[in-house]
């Protein structure tokens, strides 16, 4: 099952426009990472924002944690054509000892339109 | 490398037959993962290897898909008699430990169809 979910599913936008994205989870974390993937690429890491964080820059990336909600926010300002790509949130789960792993949403789809 | 590497980076393959995708993740990354997604859909996680040994194999769809891992380093994933529910892009990725702050470093991904 997953254990992120982002909505929206998918978001239109015009180049220059902010783009807000969300991601649920169900069960505590030590970290939340956001990646990004271009259409029938790999995954690209953006950022990582641990849970005694509450908000995290990375030039025009913001991240939000809200852990008492379980959720986080992605935003993107100034968005530029090259934005356009599906956006991921992954949380990490317990695997047994200090093992752990990442599960990821189904991602919101963004298309940033020049 | 500079980077995970996966392949083959497609693959097609007849319902029934056997099918294996590598991956080479990054020097020195003890950690890698396999992940499976379909079309439109998010990761769904498959295995997980801390170093040689598989701590997690929980996302394994059934008996058979199978992977291994040799000297810390390249991983294969079988598919046996496959089916054509197993078509998606199989993506591989390391990570320099499975600790809870691991950034995952992906691969292109291979893609299988199955006929």
């Known amino acids: 099952s997953q254990q992120g979910e982002e909505d929206p599913q998918a978001l239109s936008i015009q180049e220059g426009e902010n783009a807000t994205m969300n991601c649920s989870y169900k069960?505590?974390?030590?970290?939340l990472q956001w990646y990004r993937q271009n259409s029938g690429r790999g995954l690209v890491h953006l950022i990582l924002i641990r849970s005694n964080e509450r908000e995290k820059h990375s030039g025009r990336l913001r991240v939000t944690l809200d852990t008492s909600k379980k959720s986080s926010s992605l935003l993107i300002t100034a968005s530029r054509a090259a934005d356009t790509a599906s956006y991921f949130c992954?949380?990490?789960?317990?695997?047994?000892?200090?093992?752990?792993?990442?599960?990821f949403g189904k991602g919101t789809l963004l298309t940033v339109n020049p | 490398g500079a980077g995970v590497s996966q392949s083959p980076s497609n693959k097609v393959t007849e319902k029934g037959k056997d099918v294996e995708l590598r991956c080479d993740p990054i020097s020195g990354h003890t950690a890698l993962y396999w992940y499976r997604q379909s079309l439109g859909q998010g990761l769904e996680f498959l295995i997980y290897f801390q170093g040689n040994s598989a701590p997690d194999k929980s996302g394994l769809p059934s008996d058979r898909f199978s992977a291994e891992r040799t000297g810390g380093s390249v991983s294969t994933l079988t598919i046996q008699r496959t089916q054509q529910e197993d078509s998606a892009v199989y993506l591989c990725?390391?990570?320099?430990?499975?600790?809870?702050?691991?950034?995952?470093?992906f691969g292109e991904g291979s893609r299988l169809t199955v006929l």
């Open positions: 069960t505590s974390i030590n970290n």
């Open positions: 990725a390391s990570s320099l430990s499975g600790g809870t702050t691991g950034e995952l470093f």
């Open positions: 992954a949380t990490d789960a317990n695997s047994g000892g200090s093992n752990y792993k990442l599960t």
